[in-house]
């Protein structure tokens, strides 16, 4: 019966890390990687086109100091040809990144979701009908299928997806601290019983005495 019990409680226990291996491997770690890379790029994206506004009215401040008006605007006018254009490049490589990278990160998302649905837990999978939306209003934006009049009634914001990523964060980090509790509740076990069972299976006192040994 001993025997049965611990064979039962094994193969499930190896049935649950399992689970949370393939749930962590196929859906919310590449999940929490995807989200971690557009949140870098959009932050870092954000923190430069704020520190090019700084550097660009530092540039106009320093055209208009001193001389008269004429000189002024002279000044002003060879800044705006010889800078502006390198300015200009990190708009256009914003609006580069979000077609070609962040959008289909997302699009990537939803690829996930839509394959690995059986590894999402129910919490998560309430979720997915938000993402959908999310992406299908970007992808009719950029198809020029969407007039900008009704994107403003929308509310298309980022802000939208946070309690869908804190979801995937949540899920992740338990799934994490489960998975370790159990192996080290598991390697425990395993070396209390080594150490209370190890002399009882080695010494036998049922056992017959061998042939030449000075029991005999």
């Not at 390198?86 to 070609?100: A, D, H, I, P």
């Not at 997806?161 to 799934?175: D, G, H, K, Q, V």
């Amino acid at each position: 019966m001993a025997g049965g019990w611990l064979t039962a409680h094994n193969q499930k226990r190896e049935r649950q890390q399992r689970r949370i291996n393939e749930q962590l491997a196929g859906f919310y770690g590449p999940m929490l990687a995807l989200r971690t890379q557009m949140l870098s790029q959009s932050e870092l994206g954000q923190k430069i086109r704020g520190n090019a506004g700084t550097a660009w009215q530092e540039i106009v401040k320093r055209a208009y100091e001193g001389d008269n008006e004429s000189r002024k605007i002279d000044r002003m006018e060879k800044l705006t040809q010889q800078r502006w254009p390198s300015f200009e490049k990190l708009t256009e490589y914003g609006n580069r990144q979000l077609v070609e990278e962040i959008l289909p990160s997302y699009r990537k998302m939803v690829e996930i979701f839509t394959s690995k649905l059986h590894l999402a837990e129910p919490s998560t999978i309430a979720y997915f009908p938000t993402l959908l939306e999310f992406v299908e209003i970007w992808n009719r934006w950029l198809n020029e299928s969407l007039p900008v009049e009704v994107l403003g009634h929308l509310n298309h914001t980022e802000d939208n997806l946070s309690p869908f990523y804190a979801n995937l964060l949540e899920n992740f980090t338990r799934m994490h601290r489960e998975l370790s509790e159990k192996r080290r509740w598991w390697g425990w076990w395993r070396r209390s019983s080594i150490k209370v069972h190890g002399p009882m299976i080695a010494i036998n006192p049922f056992a017959a005495p061998k042939k030449g040994s000075r029991d005999e």
